[in-house]
């Protein structure tokens, strides 16, 4: 069986837009809400460096007949000689398989869409827990790496009442070429701020994705009564009073969010029934906003492969029908090889190999 071949570059052209995107996670939340997604808690190895992670991520989304299979597998290597080299710190691949008979059909490059999935993640989360009647206006971003940067285009479109933007981040010269940068992709107006404060006060929606970093910048005091916090970061950025500030609390999984937080958030006390699925909350109402949930809202993006792999199967499909990609056959589904490795002339050449 032949396995596509996704590029970076191939990914990018058979990316549905941001908007169908939306329709993609939000459907894969349903689907998990009414039983029909088996996505296990990820697993992973961390090797001895500071922060860094490789991680197994797999899924099945649908059912029987129109199911979806395969698996993330991405690495995080913070401030490694490679990235110094001008290489990203990040990597991802993401393999499929055919949910009929289970063998590999494509493998791509995956962190477009896990950079995709994340932020539209957030969104939908915002928007099903929003409160009714306020739009927000007001957005503060706290790093300006590739997460900011897809966070400014996912939030823009979902949510197009946004108007002013205020960017925070490590380093002066980071944070300016991003407003110059971006000032270019939309109608808002961005400043860049030199105090973590002045990109959380008063705005309707706050977004941190910060490497680890020891000084958490983001304090309780700073957020509105009514403002929707996105930690994409997780545990980084924010002090501990935010979590005891936060009146709803909605994460895509809450069993890995009560896990992380227990390791690496100790001074935090978790109490499993305070935190609400997004899964539950979109399949009970469709989605749509309550007036029973009371903020500030702080929203865990916990990163499930169900949405990478939802996401994923709609690139190649779109793959397919542009033609995009390359080819391989690995002759894994060959009948006769995999009998010749039972035995016979090839498992006498494999056994003469392994003694050689």
Partial sequence: MTIRLLSVEDVRQSSPSITDIV??????????????????????????????????????VGDDEAGMAGLKWVSYYPGSAFMHAGKTDSSGLIVLNDPQHGQPVCLMEGMLVTYLRTTICAAVMAQVIQTRGRDPISLGLVGCGGLGRWSLRVFGEVFPSLKRVKVASRSAVSRQAFCEEMAREGPWSLEAVNDVRDAVADCDVVISSLPPVVSKPIEAQWLAPHAIYVPLDLTHAWQTEVWGKAGTVVADSPAFLHKLLAAH?????????????VQDLVAQDGGTSSDALKGPFFVAVCGIASTDIALAWAVFRNAQLKKLGGGFDMKASDVTLHSALGG?????????????
């Fill in 23 to 60: 329709k993609i996670i939000r459907r894969t939340y349903e689907e998990e809400g009414r039983g029909r997604v088996d996505v296990p808690l990820k697993i992973g190895v961390r090797p001895d460096r500071p922060g860094t992670f490789l991680d197994a991520m797999p899924a099945w």
């Fill in 265 to 277: 958030r100790p001074d935090v006390s978790v109490d499993a029934q305070r935190v609400l699925a």
């Fill in 344 to 356: 016979g002339d090839t498992d006498a050449g494999l056994r003469q190999g392994v003694k050689a």
